[in-house]
């Protein structure tokens, strides 16, 4: 960086500005889930640490509107934290997990290393030093950037074959998400004689609770988005984080477990505003369950916290003081499934975009999805400007992001913060030792 950001801790007065001001915005009525972040100072036994990728205020505030009430978090808000990396005002998601995972900023595209090579102790490696078990969970792959930074060690994301066997050897209790192409059989057969149960549909995972370690892998890549996994026999988000939630509690010494919501991110890379909501929906019920968890334990911690925002997405936009979320609600697949539907001329765009979405396109619509390089582009174009969600980039943007907080410790994330605070008052709230190296 060119310049050090000093951490200027905000009053609660000015968080609760935040909350009124940035994230509530309209009369909403209250989420089921209330979870206001009362004033705990005891130990925490367990961390659920969940993390929607790529997501920032606008989302939130969308997301509101596309609900059409507060979402769980919204009542867990506590403050914001900043997410530049060590080489760039923007953060890429390896960078950004790094710093939220061993509380120290490195390059872009480095997955807990320092910019020097170093390895860096991880939080989910801290808590196992004391006896707890451990997890990691997400819809992209097991081995993508955001869970990869919690127990492994490589210089480049890209090196996901590389990846996969350090979670093992990390010793990482449950392990759910897509990438089995990452896990060689002979991987797989070495991990079964550790005592792993290797699961691969849905169907297993209702079965796999009474496992005491378990290896889910439901996708050869990542998992379908949420709009599109009906197709498919894969598990949801909340779903993988009841069995998480179920197999770690055995663990009388508790548990860290770190959930993503990995396709907020590509949404937002998409630009579609439907992939978005509907994955934040998905995301929103592992919220759910994760707090109704707590609620019953009262010895977890959870914490949420997206890594970076992506796309820029607006609140409104195209010169009009307006949103019209609701369209969104309508969508039933994603833009690339939809464009995957088109035939060969593209002559059926109207009724593809009307079974998918409820739309009747206009003559400029349909002619700008038929001419588009990529029609998939063009359609989440149209969809995003029928609901008035702007777009700012393609890539992530380096505002501030939301923090939310509920359970024994949670006090503790209130005000401004940088992004490396989040594991150091983490590791505070569990009493744990947390050091730079590993």
């Given at each position: ?30 989420s089921s889930v209330d979870a206001h972040p009362a004033i705990n100072s005891g130990k925490a036994k367990n961390v659920i640490f969940l993390i929607p990728d790529g997501f920032s205020a606008s989302y939130a505030t969308n997301y509101r509107w596309y609900k059409g009430e507060e979402s769980a978090m919204d009542s867990m808000l506590v403050g914001m934290h900043r997410t530049y990396s ?110 792993y149960n290797i699961i691969s549909d849905k169907n297993d995972l209702q079965k796999a609770k009474k496992s005491k370690k378990l290896i889910g892998l439901f996708a050869e890549d990542a998992l379908a988005p949420e709009l599109d996994r009906d ?208």
């Open positions: 960086m060119k310049f050090l950001l000093k951490k200027k801790v905000i009053s609660i007065v000015a968080v609760s500005t935040l909350i009124i001001g940035i994230l509530l915005g309209a009369d909403f009525q209250p060590a080489n760039s005002e923007v953060t890429d998601s390896a960078a950004a997990g790094t710093a939220m995972a061993t509380g120290e900023k490195t390059n872009n595209g480095m997955i807990s290393t320092s910019p020097e090579g170093e390895k860096l102790q991880t939080i989910l490696e801290a808590a196992e030093k004391t006896g707890k078990s451990s997890g990691l969970v997400a819809t992209s792959t097991i081995t993508h950037a955001t869970p990869a930074v919690f127990a492994s060690h490589v210089a480049s994301r890209a090196d996901e074959a590389d990846i996969a066997p350090q979670l093992l050897e990390n010793d990482v209790d449950v392990i759910l998400g897509g990438g089995k192409k990452y896990f060689p059989d002979s991987l797989l057969n070495e991990a079964k004689k550790s005592g197709k498919t026999d894969q598990p949801s988000l909340a779903e993988m984080t009841d069995t998480a939630l179920n197999i770690l509690n055995k663990d009388k010494d508790g548990f860290f477990l770190m959930i993503e919501g990995s396709q907020i991110d590509w949404a937002g890379h998409a630009h579609d505003a439907a992939w978005a909501m509907k994955d934040t929906e998905a995301f929103e019920e592992a919220v759910e369950r994760a707090v109704d968890f707590a609620k019953k334990d009262k010895k977890t911690l959870v914490v949420i916290a997206g890594d970076h925002d992506t796309g820029g997405m607006s609140v409104g936009g195209y010169g009009e003081y307006a949103a019209n979320l609701e369209i969104l609600r309508n969508v039933t697949a994603t833009g690339d499934y939809m464009a995957s539907q088109l035939n060969d001329n593209r002559s059926n765009v109207k009724e593809i975009v009307k079974k998918f979405t409820d739309l009747d396109l206009s003559a400029e619509e349909v002619e700008k999805i038929k001419t588009a390089t990529n029609p998939n582009g063009a359609i989440n174009d149209v969809v995003s400007e029928r609901a008035l969600v702007g777009w700012t980039s393609s890539a992530h943007t380096g505002v501030d992001i939301p923090l939310y907080a509920y359970g024994p410790g949670s006090e503790l994330f209130s005000g401004l913060h940088e992004n490396t605070d989040i594991p150091k008052l983490i590791a505070k709230a569990m009493k744990i030792q947390f050091n730079k190296t590993k």
